[in-house]
């Protein structure tokens, strides 16, 4: 992985781009990558950028089919890597050969140091403007440009110097400072979209013990043009952009301030804030939908700013952000915030080499995002973060948004409705310190429980025994139940080579990846119990057994069959194995539940024609038929509580 990436994010920017990446791909500094992370633009942005790929490997073009803003297009580029220095570079802006090695070099000076920026000029001429020497904090809670509009000459000879802030044109972050900085999972606050972001990390990285250096050696060109507050070019702007820079400034106040400084800021913030709502009021009215969104947005807005000054108590700890993870404990969840609730406080404490991911597909409310701002409010901020996804989304493209987001070595699903045991964690983890770089796929053991927490059955391995991946191919083709998902923790190297889940798949996309995941590694089985499979409501239905999933699966045996995983008279036993136990498992719950109906269509399953062909195995023949006579006559069979496989984990 190179040192350095270049995070670079366009929208309409034909007329600069091609000259900005001509001086990014100049620098003496060559061990960069360059994303190019393009906001939906509609002139011929992408086609210029893609040219240039062709010619340097180092471009990388990602076209967004919807505009997300300055914030949304690096958050974009910052979530998807992990280079230790990061440039943001403005589409507009030309570097001189040597910004990037002096910027670096900077850097490395001091662990301390989170931020550098350089000297950025409006004109090629020979005494040009000052566009930005960096930033300076005013008492009212805004930032200034440093320097900016002064002619070089004006100024005495500049030299490095520690700085309030630096501007979003041009600056070098460290990646643990991006890290520290993380609220509810992003770097940038994607509310501000384009306007006074870089005052927003100003602000934090102060709060947070983080030092910006001015190094003018550092020298590119950024002509400027975004100025809201010249009121001529104001009244040019577009209507949205108006609307942030008014709420942006409020967002600031609300979640920045300390509470020993929040009346003598609020005095010093109060009249210029009142003047610019009695301006919208007169002449700029679309801009009150500032005070619309507080409104409305209030209680998400609050949990920030307890997030934030929570972090700015804590000292400056660069360790929190600087280690990558061994264990990545992704929480994906869907309008269930109390079992979120309950599956977040089993993790306990959070060691400095574990991040938790909580990815939520709720589209009706907050509840989620309020419920993990409260219950991991104690927790290091670097160590976890919260995503809200698109609406749209299903289970499986947010399995694969956890693993996308996830920074771990290993990654462990720990769905909502499930939890992890007392002490499971520390389990865990020296298990995986030991095997990290060595295993990919390591089973633990697990309990089922009811929604009442009461304990159904204990599936746990009998010994510690790695299965090669022809072996562990074979035991999970043989068994429906061996695999319950928060038992399973996966490298991300095994997620990432076997392509993660596939959306076909549909219910059954789990069989299917942990058979990519064992042929590609196999499985290390550790018999130590760490988590709770909650069998609730949904799950005790027979909604699962019916004809499309058994087509699912035979899908899966023939990826398996065409892959040429295992021999075909084994693969053969296995099939007759999997779908006996899958079908009388389902047929032994609905004749639980009284329901004799249910039961005879999931035994008719095993007359379909993809299985007639399949023989009884001898294991499963007294079962079969006991089954059936039960369903002849009507009778519920006896609790087998203790029996795996009458729970697949389908």
């Known amino acids: 992985m190179p040192a350095v990436l270049l995070s670079v994010v366009t929208w309409n920017s034909a007329a600069t781009i091609e000259a900005c990446l001509q001086s990014a791909l100049q620098q003496t500094f060559r061990d960069f990558e360059l994303w190019v992370v393009d906001n939906d633009s509609h002139d011929d942005t992408c086609a210029r950028v893609a040219a240039l790929a062709v010619q340097d490997n180092r471009i990388r073009l990602h076209a967004l089919g919807q505009n997300t803003g300055f914030c949304g297009g690096h958050n974009f580029s910052l979530d998807r890597t992990e280079h230790p220095f990061v440039l943001l570079v403005n589409p507009d802006v030309e570097m001189e ?31 040009p403007r000052i566009d930005s020497a960096g930033m300076v904090a005013l008492p009212d809670g805004r930032y200034s440009l440093r320097l900016h509009g002064r002619r070089l000459s004006e100024v005495a000879d500049l030299e490095p110097t520690c700085v309030d802030g630096a501007d979003g044109a041009l600056p070098l972050y460290r990646r643990t400072f991006i890290n520290d900085l993380r609220v509810q999972g ?128 804590l000292p400056w700890e660069p360790a929190l952000a600087s280690q990558e993870p061994v264990l990545s404990i992704c929480v994906p969840t869907y309008h269930r915030p109390e079992l979120l609730a309950r599956a977040l406080r089993s993790i306990g404490p959070l060691p400095a080499d574990v991040e938790v991911i909580v990815s939520d597909n709720s589209t009706q409310n907050d509840a989620g995002q309020h419920m993990t701002t409260h219950v991991l409010a104690e927790q290091p901020a670097a160590r976890w973060r919260y995503y809200r996804n698109e609406p749209g989304g299903t289970a499986a493209t947010n399995w694969a948004a956890c693993v996308e987001r996830a920074r771990g070595h290993y990654i462990l699903m720990l769905h909502d409705d499930d939890y992890l045991l007392p002490e499971a964690l520390p389990t865990m983890l020296q298990t995986l310190r030991v095997v990290q770089h060595k295993q990919h796929a390591v089973l633990f053991g697990v309990r089922v ?66 058979l990519r995941v064992f042929a590609y590694g196999g499985v290390l089985q550790v018999p130590a119990l760490t988590a709770a499979y909650s069998v609730h409501d949904g799950a005790l239905t027979t909604s699962v057994f019916h004809e499309q999933n058994i087509r699912l699966l035979q899908r899966i045996f ?43 269509k999931v035994l008719a399953l095993l007359q379909l024609p993809q299985l007639r062909h399949l023989s009884t195995p001898l294991p499963w023949l007294p079962i079969r038929l006991g089954m059936q006579v039960l369903t002849r006559l009507q009778l519920t069979p006896p609790p087998l509580s203790r029996v795996s496989w009458l729970r697949p984990s389908l």
Not at 190 to 203: G, L, P, V, Y
Not at 209 to 220: D, I, K, L, S
Not at 463 to 482: F, H, K
Request: glycine share 4%.
């Open 186 to 313: 992003e770097f940038f606050d994607s509310r501000f979209f384009a306007h006074k972001e870089d005052w927003d990390i100003a602000w934090r990285g102060q709060l947070f013990g983080w030092q910006t250096v001015f190094e003018p050696a550092c020298r590119a060109l950024h002509p400027r043009v975004f100025q809201p507050a010249n009121l001529q070019l104001r009244r040019r702007l577009n209507g949205a952009i108006k609307v942030d820079a008014v709420k942006n400034q409020w967002l600031l106040l609300i979640k920045n301030t300390p509470r020993k400084q929040a009346l003598r800021t609020l005095l010093r913030a109060l009249p210029r804030q009142l003047a610019i709502v009695g301006y919208a009021a007169v002449a700029e009215r679309n801009s009150l939908r500032a005070v619309s969104y507080l409104w409305k947005n209030w209680r998400s807005v609050w949990a920030t700013r307890q997030l934030v000054q929570h972090r700015a108590r």
């Open 449 to 514: 429980v009811d929604a009442a927490r009461h304990e159904l059955q204990r599936q746990v391995p009998a010994r510690t025994e790695y299965l090669p991946n022809q072996r562990a191919v074979g035991a999970l083709l043989s068994n429906s139940s061996m695999v319950r998902m928060p038992a399973l923790v996966v490298s991300k190297e095994a997620y990432l080579h076997t392509g993660g889940p596939d959306p076909e798949q549909h219910d059954t996309d789990d069989t299917d990846l942990w």
């Open 97 to 127: 050969p040597d910004y990037l090695s002096q910027a670096v070099a900077t850097m490395q000076r001091d662990a301390r140091i989170g931020t550098v920026c350089g000297l950025l000029v409006q004109s090629t001429e020979a005494d």
């Open 558 to 600: 023939r990826k398996a069959r065409s892959r040429q995983l295992l021999p075909k008279q084994q693969l053969q036993r296995a099939e007759a194995r999997f779908f006996h136990q899958f079908v009388l498992a389902g047929a032994y719950r609905a004749l639980r539940r009284h329901d004799v109906q249910g039961a005879r």
